[in-house]
């Protein structure tokens, strides 16, 4: 079921990965957009017994080994006790790949 409205919600929105995700005690959904061959914006949310999550998330790949990455999180807890957490930030990542003959 989830497949066929992830189907459709993309056909629809232009987006390039949708899915709902669904568990015993929360439902999801993940959304990714390429903007360009070089740009990614990924997004969560998440609704559950113990409160909503987001996140919402860019990279940029600047050049072969290079990502520039910024994002955001928020959490609210349904628990009075815990504390809800909001955070933001950038930074880079610089991945090569080992060749071992």
Known sequence: LSGVVASSVTKLTGL??????????SIGVHLEKN?????????????????TTVNVRGEVRLGENWT????????DFTEPAEQDIQD??????????????
Request: proline share 2%; charged share 20%.
């Open 16 to 25: 390039d990965v949708f899915r709902v995700q669904i568990s015993t005690n």
């Open 35 to 51: 903007i360009f061959t070089n740009i990614k914006i990924i997004g969560d949310t998440e609704r559950g017994t113990l409160g």
């Open 68 to 75: 520039l990455e910024g994002g955001y999180l928020s959490k």
């Open 88 to 101: 933001s930030g950038v930074k880079t990542r610089a991945t090569w790949s080992l060749f071992v003959p």
